[in-house]
T-cell receptor, first 112, second 114 residues
Framework: AQSVTQPDARVTVSEGASLQLRCKYS??????LFWYVQYPRQGLQLLLK??????VVQGVNSFEAEFSKSNSSFHLQKASVHWSDSAVYFC??????????FGTGTSLLVDP | NTKITQSPRYLILGRANKSLECEQH?????MYWYKQSAEKPPELMFL???????RNETVPSRFIPECPDSSKLLLHISAVDPEDSAVYFC??????????????FGHGTKLSVL
């Protein structure tokens, strides 16, 4: 079975601070990993995705994520957040022939 | 995101029947219905590929999907239940298999059941 855990339901940071949103996955092989963002009253939008290669993957709006096979993690990071980054962030996992599995999401609030 | 349009945007129902509509202008082969309840991640309901129903998750029979052509998706709802209150998202992707395909989501239809 595959699963995704986002241990932090809510995160608050100050504008300009650095950010890390945690994601742990459970799957025996290397899965496809994604981060999606959901702004208020909107659908989800892809930030970045990873399957193989460089474990640090770059995404939109200066977000990046680092894959760690040893830790089964795919944490999302940003060096300096902006108030407009306030949203809900979903980590997700899939593998060939199986549906996308979303984590429970982390609600990010950036204090201006 | 005007590439996937959904209507209506908001829906308030008693026990009436209603249909949700979705149209994608991306030329994608696969279309999905997702249900997102409050404070929860989206849950897959149905998946179509080239108008064929590929996946039908455990969904009450009062929800009936329809794919009249490869760019349009409908969700017919009859005799709604309070547990159906949620946001229903339409999504699409270029290919079918759940792998590294990027999903594109519409803005959703917020259903409130009285």
């Amino acid at each position: 079975a595959q699963s995704v855990t986002q241990p932090d339901a809510r995160v608050t940071v100050s504008e300009g601070a650095s950010l890390q949103l945690r994601c742990k996955y459970s799957y025996s092989a290397t899965p496809y990993l994604f981060w999606y963002v959901q702004y208020p009253r909107q659908g989800l939008q892809l930030l970045l995705k990873y399957y193989s290669g460089d474990p640090v993957v770059q995404g939109v709006n200066s977000f990046e994520a680092e894959f760690s096979k040893s830790n089964s993690s795919f944490h999302l990071q940003k060096a300096s957040v902006h108030w407009s980054d306030s949203a809900v962030y979903f980590c997700a996992l899939s593998r060939m022939g199986y549906k996308l599995t979303f984590g429970t999401g982390t609600s990010l609030l950036v204090d201006p | 995101n005007t590439k996937i349009t959904q209507s209506p945007r908001y829906l308030i129902l008693g026990r009436a029947n209603k249909s949700l509509e979705c149209e994608q202008h991306l030329g994608h082969n696969a279309m999905y219905w997702y249900k997102q309840s409050a404070e929860k991640p989206p849950e897959l309901m149905f998946l179509y590929n080239l108008k064929q129903l590929i996946r039908n998750e455990t969904v009450p029979s009062r929800f009936i999907p329809e794919c009249p052509d490869s760019s349009k998706l409908l969700l017919h709802i009859s005799a709604v239940d309070p547990e159906d209150s949620a946001v229903y998202f339409c999504a699409s992707s270029q290919g079918t298999y759940f792998s590294n395909e990027r999903l594109f989501f519409g803005h959703g239809t917020k259903l409130s059941v009285l």
